[in-house]
């Protein structure tokens, strides 16, 4: 998503212009925009003109307009939202309060204003303004004296870095001189990784090259790591995945990331933390359930308790129509951070965000029992409905 200008008041009132530029943007704009939002967007009008014999001819023109937004519509297959509103903004072809619906689609740009831009929408333009906060794959390609560093999204791949260095040729007599070009190669491209590659969001970095330099940089890397240590690499050694790759050049990368096991292994990283974390939740809830609550009230009183540890929240509840509910889960992810707690916003087009979605849309894991909730369970019994 390019972010073509943002203005917001202190009092978080403003606009945001955009321009999505990938599918999965229009997603990102899908969670952004609620009713009573408006937005504004170029559109295509059909227009008739009378002439002075009464003869009457339509033609369509282009022009700008400016709807409150009264409905959405996600058109998942044509990648199109479809908004309908009334024009709040004088404009020759289509009268003040008339109806109109915009669609949203790829590269086509608008603007958003809100009456208030709350923490987690903010978070979601910085999200999809950044596609390096979305790359949860990191990949380097190399061979001797070439490498290029790079970052992949769900939909691109962007280098970040490209190393290219000099090695001296192995000759009689001049060994020393090959290892130290050797040696300094394999350091730039280790300093890249570290500068480049973030190992709280990337969950699998793969090294791919011909022959032996994989396994040589990585042997040490892991060497380097002992000796300083680095406890980040030598941590997250286990998302280190070598694979075979034809060069060192980018469009390799091709070819390495349709390998099974590769494959295997990136599948959709995102959704699968947050298979797993479900997964744990749910053991959580058989093995120690003073530990795991769903249901907005429980999360509620666990939170004012500063009890928890993770919280997972559907995207469906920040899309509800109540502005009065948007406001309290919003200060429920907030307060959440402000304790410490992690916060995990699942996609309710993935199959997690599915499931939790049949648990209310709101679950925590806590960092110690609070048995006195399980009690309050015959009370709690219309925190469901709350979520609907």
């Known amino acids: 998503m390019k972010l073509n200008h943002k203005n917001i008041e202190r009092d978080g009132c403003g606009s945001i212009g955009l321009t999505p530029e990938e599918p999965e943007d229009i997603w990102h704009a899908y969670n952004l925009i609620s009713e009573g939002d408006v937005v504004t967007a170029s559109t295509v009008r059909k227009v008739q003109t009378e002439s002075s014999t009464g003869s009457s001819t339509s033609n369509r023109v282009r022009t700008t307009l400016t709807i409150k937004v009264e409905t959405i519509d996600f058109d998942t297959l044509a990648c199109v939202l479809r908004l309908k509103g009334r024009n709040v903004v004088e404009n020759q072809y289509v009268k003040m309060g008339a109806y109109h619906t915009l669609d949203l689609e790829l590269n086509r740009k608008f603007t958003l204003q809100k009456v208030l831009w709350d923490s987690v929408a903010l978070e979601r333009v910085e999200m999809a303004c950044d596609p390096a906060a979305n790359a949860d794959v990191a990949a380097v390609v190399m061979q001797e004296g070439l490498a290029h560093v790079c970052l992949i999204t769900p939909s691109m791949t962007l280098v970040r870095v490209k190393i290219d260095i000099t090695i001296p040729r192995k000759r009689k007599g001049f060994v020393q001189q090959h290892e130290k070009g050797l040696n300094k190669f394999y350091e730039a491209v280790m300093q890249g990784i570290r500068r480049h590659i973030d190992f709280s969001i990337v969950k699998c970095v793969i090294i791919a090259s011909p022959g032996f330099v994989k396994d040589q940089f990585f042997e040490y890397m892991m060497q380097q790591a002992i000796k300083t240590d680095d406890k980040i690499l030598i941590d997250n050694k286990s998302k280190f995945l070598l694979v075979k790759a ?122 110690f029992p609070m048995p006195e909730l399980e009690d309050s369970d015959e009370e709690g019994d219309d925190a469901n409905s709350d979520s609907d």
């Open 246 to 367: 034809s060069s060192g050049f980018k469009h390799s990368l091709k070819e390495v990331l349709q390998e099974p096991a590769v494959m295997a292994k990136i599948s959709d990283t995102k959704a699968a933390s947050e298979v797993k974390l479900l997964e744990s939740f749910y053991t959580m809830l058989q093995l120690e359930p003073a530990k795991a609550f769903y249901g907005k009230k429980h999360v509620e009183k666990a939170n004012e308790a500063q009890a928890i540890e993770i919280l997972m929240i559907s995207d469906k509840l920040f899309r509800c129509q109540d502005i009065q509910k948007r406001k309290e889960y919003v200060a429920l992810v907030d307060s959440v951070r402000d304790n410490g707690g992690d916060v995990r916003i699942f996609s309710s087009m993935h199959v997690s965000g599915e499931q939790l979605d049949q648990l209310t849309g709101v679950a925590a894991i806590l960092r």
